[in-house]
Every structure is written in C-alpha cells, then in structure tokens.
T-cell receptor, first 116, second 111 residues
Framework: NAGVTQTPKFQVLKTGQSMTLQCAQDMNHEYMSWYRQDPGMGLRLIHYSVGAGITDQGEVPNGYNVSRSTTEDFPLRLLSAAPSQTSVYFC???????????????FGAGSRLTVL | GIQVEQSPPDLILQEGANSTLRCNFSDSVNNLQWFHQNPWGQLINLFYIPSGTKQNGRLSATTVATERYSLLYISSSQTTDSGVYFCAVAPFSGGYNKLIFGAGTRLAVHP
C-alpha cells in the first residue's frame, strides 16, 4: 500500500517553462488536494477535488491548473512558471463521509520546486 | 475567510518537559486536525478532533468548538517530538475536507 505518491521529488525550472507535478493515491479516496508550503509558513490550499471530474479552487489558485480524470490521479500543472512559485508542494487525500477515519488527510512526501 | 492562529510560534523544551500548543479559529468548523511535520518535511496526522478530547500515548488534544479553540498537549517530551505542529480547520461553509492551516508552532526538544 503506497499511500500518496508524488513525483518528481525535486525540479528546477526556468521562468516561463511549464511542468506537471504528479500525484497518485491507491486508497480509493474521493477527496484530493494540492497545498504549497513556503519557508516559515503553513500550508496554503491551491486546488482540490471531491471526485473524478470535479475540481475547485482553494486559497491560492492563480497560476495553477488541475484536472481529475480518475479517482487515483490529481496532477497539478504550472503553465508558465514564475519565481513566486518556488515552493514545496504537497498532495493530500482523504476518504469522505461520516464513518471513522473519514476526512483525515494523508499527505505525500512533497515536491520541491525551484523556479529561476 | 476563516482565520487560524497558533501559539506560541516557537517553543524550546528540555527533554521530559510538558507543553501545551494552542489553536484559535475565527469561525465554526466541522473538521479540525493536528499534524506534525518532522525535520525531513513529512506531514503526519496526529488527531482528527472537531470536538471533544482524544489521547494517543504522550499526546492528547482537546477542542472546545463553542469557544473556537483547540489545545494539543505533549507530555514527557522527547527529541523525536521536534518539528512543526500544525492545526488545520475546515469551516462549515466549505465542506469537511477543505482544510485551512495555521502558521504552525515550531518545537525544539533538547536532550
């Protein structure tokens, strides 16, 4: 059981380049989300999804796109990278509902992105 | 949007000491979780506690939802407790999973 898997772990981009951060979970969780963490700060929600085909914006969505074509995968796309997007990105997932263990976030290991 | 404030921002302890971390939030919530981020950056869920009290070994947490705060207690601290502790809440208006994080409490436990 791998949990939440993020790739790549490290990436360096030049300003204006595009890339996709991958996130996959094997727990059949309905809810998936992307956060960014900047030095000395808490996590800020970028985008989230409550199921395949459904996505919505979080606190800081500008400059990022997401899609959810399957339950397992939730990629985060940077269309034109900017230095302000230098950060550590975390993907998280949870089961939804009212049963024990639902709505508890499980995080991936993080992806460190540097934009020059 | 909802505001989440954690205190203290930094905490230094000697091994064996006890501590209390606080999380205040500005609106009613239907989900509240505490996380520990270890020095390698890994985030681990400690408690799911939208109300009431829970205990897990040396850690315990209490949320008083009507007064909009939660407390995390660490007893007999160990060096492995070092890291950053985050409180995260989901307001009633946003569903159960849309968690908003506080800025965290950075804890250093010295031997």
């Amino acid at each position: 059981n791998a949990g939440v898997t993020q790739t790549p772990k490290f990436q360096v981009l030049k300003t204006g380049q595009s890339m996709t951060l991958q996130c996959a979970q094997d727990m059949n969780h309905e809810y998936m989300s992307w956060y960014r963490q900047d030095p000395g700060m808490g996590l800020r929600l970028i985008h989230y999804s409550v199921g395949a085909g459904i996505t919505d914006q979080g606190e800081v969505p500008n400059g990022y796109n997401v899609s959810r074509s399957t339950t397992e995968d939730f990629p985060l796309r940077l269309l034109s990278a900017a230095p302000s997007q230098t950060s550590v990105y975390f993907c998280a997932s949870s089961r939804q509902g009212q049963t024990p263990g639902a709505n508890v976030l499980t995080f991936g290991a993080g992806s460190r992105l540097t934009v020059l | 949007g909802i505001q989440v404030e954690q205190s203290p921002p930094d905490l230094i302890l000697q091994e064996g000491a006890n501590s209390t971390l606080r999380c205040n939030f500005s609106d009613s919530v239907n989900n509240l979780q505490w996380f520990h981020q270890n020095p390698w950056g890994q985030l681990i869920n400690l408690f799911y506690i939208p109300s009431g009290t829970k205990q897990n070994g040396r850690l315990s947490a209490t949320t008083v939802a009507t007064e909009r705060y939660s407390l995390l207690y660490i007893s007999s601290s160990q060096t492995t407790d070092s890291g950053v502790y985050f409180c995260a809440v989901a307001p009633f208006s946003g569903g159960y999973n849309k968690l908003i994080f506080g800025a965290g409490t950075r804890l250093a436990v010295h031997p």
